[in-house]
């Protein structure tokens, strides 16, 4: 793939190099991300470049992006590049080197550049609006790292799953025993007195086989992360396999989250009983304004009588 290259060196140090070129509109203050990554290491790298708060610099990072792995800590040597198109001997180059450790997941430069000399066309880095940068580095001193192997659902083979769920018409393979551990649901199904209990394929109704599998997916390792565009699923199937464990993680995540509306977090606190993400809520309420645009929103028109209830009363205690 042009733009990334991973080798191995002679002293079986693991390095690569990564270069991105992007359009000089698409950088702010808040990071941005090359499409393409490396794999070094058995870590996928992806550069993130951010002006500086000032909006005086260009910076260049490393970071490692979520995959099918966990390390520890590791001691990373980068060469951080920008690119002139006219002449590689004028490239701005500076070093750096670092150890990285969980949970941190990146390093870099961050003043590479002053931003008006990289898109003064003078200087000949910037060409047809875009500009360049490149990375090489080498990591060494790696501590902790685990690869998992990611489990197929659809593979009767699998030593750890046995037994299939049929969901509209397509078979989900999992595993008795782990599904019981998490979900009363499941223990039930495959150890109570039911008729699936000795079945080797077990229907389950009302539900999506895209979804299913998604939780699945959260529960075995490694662990898809919980998203903005997954929680509202995943919330729907835990709360109907009675996965508590991973409604109490998604109710963290709602907390925490900043790309879910106020709205639509009440919503489903409402919906699914998340008691600490309706109080947080609720603290975030500080003016009676706050309560009246909250009660616009189309979610509002879904909250039940009791929340709209506890609403009216908070607002009474607020100031205007």
């Known amino acids: 793939m042009d733009g990334v290259r ?21 950088i702010s203050t808040a990071a941005s991300s090359s499409p393409e990554m490396i794999e070094v290491g058995g870590i996928p790298w992806r550069i993130i470049a951010a002006k500086t708060s000032s909006g005086e610099h260009l910076g260049v990072h490393l970071t ?30 500076l070093t750096g080197s670092v150890t990285v450790e969980h949970p941190v997941k990146n390093f870099g430069v961050v003043q590479l550049v002053e931003w008006q000399k990289a898109i003064d066309e003078e200087q000949g880095f910037i060409k047809d609006n875009k500009l360049t940068v490149a990375i090489d580095f080498s990591l060494s001193n790696i501590v902790g790292f685990r690869k998992f192997r990611r489990i197929d659902f659809t593979d009767s083979s699998e030593p ?12 989900v393979y999992v595993g008795k025993q782990f599904l019981s551990t998490v979900s009363p649901y499941f223990q039930t199904m495959f150890f109570g007195d039911l008729a699936e209990k000795n079945k080797d ?51 963290q995540f709602l907390i925490t989250s900043v790309d879910i509306t106020m709205a639509t977090r009440l919503l489903l606190s409402d919906q699914f009983h998340l008691f600490d993400l309706k109080e947080h809520c609720f603290n975030e309420l500080k003016k009676r304004h706050d309560v009246a ?17 506890t609403l009216f009363e908070k607002m009474l205690k607020l100031s205007d």
């Not at 750890?160 to 078979?171: H, P, R, T």
Request: proline content about 2%.
């Open 201 to 251: 394929e077990i229907e389950l109704k009302d539900v999506d086989y895209k979804d299913f599998t998604e939780l699945l997916e959260v529960l075995y390792p490694p662990h898809k992360s919980i998203s903005a565009q997954n929680c509202g699923i995943l919330l729907k199937l835990s709360d109907r396999f009675e996965i508590y464990a991973i409604t109490k993680l998604l109710e």
């Open 160 to 171: 750890l799953l046995d037994v299939a769920l049929v969901i509209g018409g397509e078979k």
């Open 64 to 93: 490692m992006t979520k995959g099918d792995y966990m390390v520890q800590s590791l001691l990373a040597m980068g060469i951080f590049k920008l690119i002139n198109h006219d002449d590689a001997d004028k490239n701005i180059k």
């Open 6 to 26: 991973s080798v191995v060196g002679t002293s079986t140090v693991p390095c690569g190099w990564i270069r991105w070129e992007f359009d000089k509109d698409s």
């Open 293 to 309: 645009e909250l009660k616009k929103t189309a979610e509002s028109k879904k909250f039940s009588d009791e929340l709209n209830l």
